[in-house]
């Protein structure tokens, strides 16, 4: 299948301000997306969704923007926290695929307080 | 929420013997589990996809014979690496879809073979 792709591997912020945290994915036909977590020595949590029926969806502190028309889909956190500081990594599926996620190569985010 | 036990966390084991990575679904039944590997500042690669009461699919270029999975049960899935080498050490992360577009994942086991 086509990949994820994600534009920066690192970025750094400081405590207290807004990260935004990027994402390309080459796959039209991908409707859904979920933007993981994963701490040093975890395994990746689950943050946020969305479908390709929408252009934005928030959540606690977190907020995932969907822009279909140049396939490229971002994460805000707002109030960046050290406890933020890990890989974050976005995944596509497509209904008509395996439903099995494609991660990308994933971006560090590291907190500086 | 559905929880996915994955155990050992860490193993150290020697070049040439066998070690068994486990996973279990606590609170659902997992018809179908996934086995990922990660190494170091990388992405999750889908190793295989393991289906309860059948062989497991694997992804192209990863060894069957080497990685040996086996989902006997609706709540427990696991991976043999044979005759470990140096090259096999790596982070494994087992997931278990949990529905249709909800994946939940283990806490990964770091093995190291020397």
């Known amino acids: 299948g086509e990949s994820v792709g994600l534009h920066l591997p690192t970025l750094s912020v400081q405590e207290g301000d807004n990260s935004i945290i990027n994402c390309a994915y080459s796959?039209?036909?991908?409707?859904?997306f979920i933007w993981y977590k994963q701490e040093s020595g975890k395994g990746p949590q689950f943050i946020i969704d969305?479908?390709?029926?929408?252009d934005k969806r928030q959540g606690q502190r977190v907020t995932v923007l969907l822009n279909k028309t140049v396939k490229h889909l971002s994460l805000q956190i707002a109030a960046t926290q050290p406890g933020d500081s890990a890989v974050y990594f976005c995944?596509?599926?497509?209904?008509?695929?395996?439903?099995?996620?494609?991660f990308g190569r994933g971006t560090s985010l590291i907190v500086h307080p | 929420g559905a929880v996915v036990s994955q155990h050992p966390s860490r193993v150290i084991c020697k070049s040439g013997t066998s070690v068994k990575i486990e996973c279990r679904s606590l609170?659902?039944?997992?018809?179908?589990m996934f086995w990922y590997r990660q190494f170091p500042k990388q992405s999750l690669m889908l190793m295989a996809t393991?289906?309860?009461?059948?062989?497991?699919?694997?992804e192209q270029g990863v060894e069957k014979d080497k990685f040996l999975i086996n989902h006997a049960s609706l709540t427990l899935s696991t991976l043999t690496v044979t005759s470990a080498h140096p090259e096999d050490s790596s982070f494994y992360i087992c997931?278990?879809?949990?529905?249709?577009?909800?994946?939940?994942f283990g806490s990964g086991t770091r093995l190291t073979v020397v």
């Open positions: 997931s278990a879809r949990v529905e249709v577009d909800g994946y939940t």
């Open positions: 796959n039209s036909a991908s409707d859904y």
């Open positions: 969305i479908r390709s029926n929408m």
């Open positions: 995944a596509d599926y497509s209904s008509g695929g395996s439903y099995i996620p494609t």
């Open positions: 609170d659902f039944q997992a018809t179908t």
């Open positions: 393991s289906n309860e009461g059948s062989k497991a699919t694997y």
